[in-house]
């Protein structure tokens, strides 16, 4: 099946420090990819719909400001977090959609393991 | 919105035995619904989905969900646990006029013993 890659796997930051993470398609392109944030023990929530080469979409209360994604190619989709806060720590996965005459799928990446100190 | 409910946080069976994962969505009109699986350090994988016909649904790895509307639920199945089996397993649900915005479970934690 089709891969989704994330770096890095894990990431620790000082408060105040911004962090970006990467969302990679490896073996196919994606025109949308999906960014979700999981907390301990909670479900994935959806946070924006990212589209290559137009602005993200984010879902209600999530900052625009404050999670930057930038979409610039097929196959690479990033998450700034700005300005990171000890609150802002948690599980980022970002997914992929490929359309196909049998229906759309989604394929996620491992995740991204925030701490902010 | 919509609401899923995983009943357990953790299900522990025996090598062998069956594996029964519950899954409650809140939605009045039936919603598309998935299950996936996540390996420790791996992104999660689809398993299996129900989009329209037959409610029985067989995916991957010998694993099935039954659509039931009048429960609202979408529980999985296995007959026979194997320990590769051992990994965390999310339900979701996306609505039929917005399908890529995805509703999660909270997830269920699978433990095989042999």
């Known amino acids: 099946g089709a891969v989704v890659s994330q770096h890095p796997s894990w990431v620790i930051c000082k408060s105040g420090t911004s962090v970006k993470i990467e969302c990679r398609s490896l073996?196919?392109?994606?025109?949308?990819m999906f960014w979700y944030r999981q907390f301990p023990k909670q479900s994935l929530m959806l946070m924006a719909t990212s589209n290559e080469g137009s602005k993200a979409t984010y879902e209600q209360g999530v900052e625009k400001d404050k999670f930057l994604i930038n979409h610039a190619s097929l196959t690479l989709s990033t998450l700034t977090v700005t300005s990171a806060h000890p609150e802002d720590s948690s599980f980022y996965i970002c997914?992929?959609?490929?359309?196909?005459?049998?229906?759309?799928?989604?394929?996620f990446g491992p995740g991204t393991r925030l701490t902010v100190l | 919105a919509q609401s899923v409910t995983q009943l357990g946080s953790h299900v522990s069976v025996s090598e062998g035995a069956l594996v029964l994962l519950r899954c409650n969505y809140s939605s009045s009109v039936p919603p598309y619904l998935f299950w996936y699986v996540q390996y420790p350090n791996q992104g999660l994988q689809l398993l299996l989905k129900y989009t329209t016909g037959a409610t029985l649904v067989k995916g991957i790895n010998g694993f099935e969900a039954e659509f039931k509307k009048s429960e609202t639920s979408f529980h999985l199945t296995k007959p026979s646990a194997h320990m590769s089996d051992a990994a965390e397993y999310f339900c979701a649900v996306s609505e039929k006029d917005n399908f890529n915005k995805f509703y999660f479970g909270s997830g269920t934690k699978l433990n095989v013993k042999p």
């Open positions: 073996d196919f392109q994606a025109t949308t």
């Open positions: 997914s992929a959609l490929i359309a196909s005459f049998v229906g759309d799928e989604q394929f």
